[in-house]
């Protein structure tokens, strides 16, 4: 089944064609992914409005530029997967908006795909996936989430951020220091030339029982701290490697206890934050040190794209499900809703 993912549930127009008849990575026959960045970067975040004219702006062409590179015309397509949310409402009609309109003009199904399911679902795109059960941690933007998966699209919340999500507090802990927008992978950069134990920082929350987080006072002992400092650029660095090494081993600690409480041996890890590679040399460390095993996205994979809306579409419509026509999004969606795979497909 060869099935077209769109995603724009907020500054990343996403596009991919997923062909189920080709397992694991060789599967994704095409994916493209334009960022809008540069559009928002002066204004210090995401401008909902202007993500929106952006997305109708690129997503046409990108849909063909996405079709050409696979070798496919659109009547070769079986179904049209999109994001439906969460997200920011405008930007999420113009995918939903498009992938129904595609999939009325070709007659084919359309599905609507909880964004952080298709985050969840994209390291079973890479070569020897991991089976369910195993226990995910979804480390985004705007979400950090600790999750039992149960079987695909059966998700127990284990546990969450209280306050700010890992991503957004390397977002918000980079601008404090002066970084541009967006700050995350910057302040990633920036902390390779950090030495590490020059400032320490806590490390939220693991002091008592417990799989929530919270990285809010994280980012104020920053400010403190850079605010009283000297400011200078190795200075910079050193509190950049402090941040990380916090936010980093806070998750480590979780995450073995998440697969503890579990019971589960196989980690699996996406969204944004899952790119940085001190959290993923960290949690591979963890893993082996536990006999166990942690499973990752390539890093282009983490971050928001089409990929992971074709695949996660592409299951679902594979087991017989798809949505009414009409177009419907979701801009706030709790993933424990969601139905279970196999029961879609005998319901
Ligand atoms: O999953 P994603 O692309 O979008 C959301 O669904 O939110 O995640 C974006 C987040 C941003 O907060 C960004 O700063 C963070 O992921 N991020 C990183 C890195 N790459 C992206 N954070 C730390 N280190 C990185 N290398
Ligand atoms: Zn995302």
Known sequence: MRVLGIETSCDE???A????ALAGAAGLRAHAVYSQIALHAEY???VPELASRDHVRKLLPLVRQTLAEAGLTPSDLDGVAYTAGPGLVGALLVGAGTARALAWALERPAVGVHHMEGHLLAPLMEDDPPEPPF????????HTQLVAVEAIG???LLGETLDDAAGEAFDKTAKLMGLPYPGGPQLARLAEQGRPGVYVFSRPMTDRPGLDFSFSGL???VLLTWRDSDQGEQTRADIARGFEDAVVDTLAIKCARALEAAGSDTLVVAGGVGANRRLRARLQEMAEKRGGRVCFPRPE???DNGAMIAFAGALRLQAGQHDDAQVKVTPRWDMATLSNVNQAASS
Do not use: I, P
């Open 301 to 303: 994979l983490c971050t």
């Open 135 to 142: 226990v995910a941690l979804l480390v985004s933007g705007g």
């Open 44 to 46: 210090g975040g995401v």
């Open 17 to 20: 064609v997923y062909d189920t």
């Open 154 to 156: 059966r998700y127990r």
């Open 13 to 15: 127009t996403g596009v």
């Open 219 to 221: 980012k104020t002992q």
